[in-house]
């Protein structure tokens, strides 16, 4: 049984720093492309952050430079540092579990709520 748990989450002040761990059991982390995405109430879900299970990765536009993806398949654990948050940084972030060979689908953890202000 895959599962997918992320950890980490808080309340910062702006320009503080946190990191966000997701920890994936159950099965072979090597061929599961990994991200990040955060959801705040009434929006869609957005992308924050992906990286593949070779280490390609793809930031949105709102946190590059200021946020960095990385993954310890030793560990399997991905993680999101976070630095310069600003307060529009603030909802439920999301880890997601891309798996890539059949049968191709996503895992979701349950989410984790990331507030920043003063």
């Known amino acids: 049984q895959v599962q997918v748990v992320e950890s980490g989450g808080g309340l910062v002040q ?6 966000l761990s997701c920890a994936l059991s159950g099965s072979i982390f090597g061929i599961y492309n990994m991200g990040w ?12 952050a992906t990286i ?9 536009d ?3 430079a200021r946020f960095t ?8 654990t991905v993680y999101l540092q976070m630095n ?7 909802a439920v972030y999301y880890c ?23």
């Open 14 to 19: 702006p320009g503080g720093s946190l990191r």
């Open 37 to 48: 995405y955060r959801q705040v109430p009434e929006k869609q879900r957005e992308l924050v």
């Open 52 to 60: 593949t299970s070779g280490g390609r990765t793809n930031y949105a």
């Open 62 to 64: 709102s946190v590059k």
């Open 69 to 76: 993806i990385s993954r310890d398949n030793a560990k399997n």
């Open 84 to 90: 310069s948050l600003k307060p529009e940084d603030t």
């Open 96 to 118: 997601d579990a891309h798996r890539t060979t059949p049968p191709v689908r996503d895992y979701w953890g349950q989410g984790t709520q990331v507030t920043v202000s003063s």
